[in-house]
């Protein structure tokens, strides 16, 4: 969803105020962006990429190959980037697709939230284009808690989230269909800033994605090591770190931003 800019201004105008009682109504009438990231057609094998909103790893591969992906990941505790306070926010998900198929992306995974020193958290699934769905209370979510995400696609256009919370024992999962059919090409575990300008974005800390899987049409595993890596860079400033161990890919928050190279 575009954000129209008189939507912006009043979400803008709104933060300084929002109030913790707000913040139910202020997510969901932010709608995540959950766009498609601005795809590079081609990689260098040496360096991360960088991007203005997702950091983390994504694996390229022709049409039709991934069936399933998934992680887990410790809930980070999030805070107000240096020197700012009010709402900021990040997201840690892992999908099918949005990276080089910009058709639909199938994916779930949770926000974080920190507003006045007071934390929040909203899991949630979305098959872009359509809206994310927010999980709110039907799964809560903490500081610490270990989230296991995973999507699967049935075929281009039906597909399941799961998502546990392994501290709490709490699942969502459901059946999705949509009429904007995956590629089924690209895997991803990321760290997003959404929400565009409306949203500035949060020192989460660090994502370590664990156990990071995709399965193949054809009955493969492949994983990080196939993977091409991305930083967050705005305004010249790179704001993440991103390093793979294994089949572990951690992604940090770089405060004052020196987290990599051009
Ligand atoms: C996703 O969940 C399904 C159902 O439990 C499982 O068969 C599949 O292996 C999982 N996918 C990955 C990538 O681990």
Redesign the pocket.
């Known amino acids: 969803m575009r954000l129209s800019t008189v939507l912006i201004s009043s979400l803008v105008a709104g933060s300084v105020l929002a109030a913790p009682s707000n913040l139910k109504r202020r997510e969901s009438r932010i709608a995540r962006r959950g766009s498609p990231r601005q795809h590079a057609s081609q990689h260098d094998d040496t360096a991360p990429e960088n991007n203005p909103t997702w950091a983390g790893a994504v694996i390229n591969a022709p049409q039709g190959t991934f069936t399933?992906?998934?992680a887990s990941f410790t809930v980070p505790a999030p805070q107000e980037p240096a020197g700012l306070t009010g709402f900021h926010a990040a997201s840690a998900w892992v999908g099918i697709d949005g990276d080089s198929c910009q058709n639909a992306i199938l994916q779930t995974g949770a926000d974080f939230h920190i507003n006045g020193g007071r934390m929040s958290y909203n899991a949630w699934y979305e098959w872009w284009p359509a809206d994310s769905v927010y999980l709110g209370s039907a799964l809560p979510v903490s500081a610490g808690d270990v989230l296991y995400l995973?999507v699967?696609a049935f075929s281009p256009t039906r597909g399941v989230f799961?998502i546990t919370n392994t501290n709490t024992g709490a699942t969502s999962t459901k059946k999705l269909a949509s009429k904007h059919a995956l590629c089924m090409q690209d895997a991803d575990w990321i760290v997003e800033d959404y929400g565009d300008t409306a949203v500035p974005f949060a020192n989460f800390g660090d994502v370590v994605f664990t156990g990071a899987?995709?399965?193949t049409a054809d009955g493969g595993v492949q994983g990080l090591a196939e993977a091409y890596l991305m930083n967050i860079e705005q305004n010249d400033v790179v704001l993440t770190s991103v390093a793979v161990d294994g089949d572990s890919l951690t992604v940090s928050y770089v405060d004052g931003g020196d987290g990599g190279d051009e």
């Open positions: 399933s992906v998934s995973n699967t799961t899987t995709a399965l």
